[in-house]
């Protein structure tokens, strides 16, 4: 019922700048976060940057100051903007919410590659 899509991912150079796009369908309930994930090969899945209902923010220290969080007014879209980025970056992006109806949900990924 719930559905995640994430979208904007794609190959670019250090330095350049992406957008993801995740929207969000389905009767998801009171959303308490959204958030944006990634997993590169061999390593766990990781926090990338986090938005609460209150209008909190946290980002991973590697992507603070280049990577921004933000959300639509119905809170059925969620976007990182990503600049500057790195060969580190590299990584399959997934975006999250957290409701108080279905506690996690997660989208596919987009695949983010940044190499020259």
């Known amino acids: 019922q719930v559905q995640l899509v994430e979208s904007g991912g794609g190959l670019v150079q250090p330095g350049e700048s992406l957008t993801l796009s995740c929207i969000i369908s389905g009767n998801i309930g009171s959303i308490v976060a959204m958030g944006w994930y990634r997993q590169a090969p061999g390593k766990e899945r990781e926090l990338v940057a986090r938005?609460?209902?209150?209008?909190?923010?946290d980002y991973a220290e590697s992507v603070k100051g280049r990577f921004t969080i933000s959300r639509n007014n119905a809170w059925n879209m969620i976007y990182l903007q990503m600049n500057r980025l790195k060969p580190e970056d590299t990584a399959v992006y997934y975006c999250?919410?957290?409701?108080?109806?279905?506690?996690?949900?997660w989208g596919q990924g987009t695949q983010v590659t940044v190499s020259s």
């Open positions: 999250n919410t957290r409701s108080v109806l279905v506690y996690d949900s």
């Open positions: 938005l609460t209902r209150g209008g909190n923010t």
